[in-house]
């Protein structure tokens, strides 16, 4: 059974740096589009950054885009999210997530990982 594992968060101030790891077992993530979905408190679950299975683009949401940034490492089955210029409205819970059929229906989900932003 496939597995995601999402590491890296915690607590910082605004104007910092954290990155996000999500490390999967069971499945090979060469197959999947992955991408990072946040869920802030009484909000909906968003799709933020998504890469492609062959790493050939990326996409941002709005919002953080310019200050996040995408990537993945096949050969370790991992794929990360730098945050920069972290920002209080960055604050949510953050879940990985991998599909061969979509978004609105992805494969395989992370167990989320707490970032929160403040001084």
């Known amino acids: 059974q496939g597995q995601l594992v999402e590491s890296g968060g915690g607590l910082v101030q605004p104007g910092g740096s954290l990155s996000l790891s999500c490390a999967a077992s069971g499945l090979t993530l060469d197959y999947y589009a992955v991408g990072w979905f946040r869920q802030a408190p009484g909000k909906e679950r968003v799709l933020v950054a998504a890469?492609?299975?062959?790493?050939?683009?990326?996409s941002y949401t709005d919002s953080v885009k310019g200050r996040f940034t995408m990537s993945r490492d096949n050969a370790k089955n991992t794929v990360y999210l730098q945050m920069n210029s972290l920002k209080p409205e960055d604050t949510a819970v953050y879940y990985c997530?991998?599909?061969?059929?979509?978004?609105?229906?992805?494969?395989?989900w992370g167990q989320g990982t707490q970032v929160t932003v403040s001084s």
């Open positions: 997530a991998a599909t061969n059929q979509g978004w609105s229906k992805p494969n395989y």
């Open positions: 890469i492609s299975w062959s790493s050939s683009s990326t």
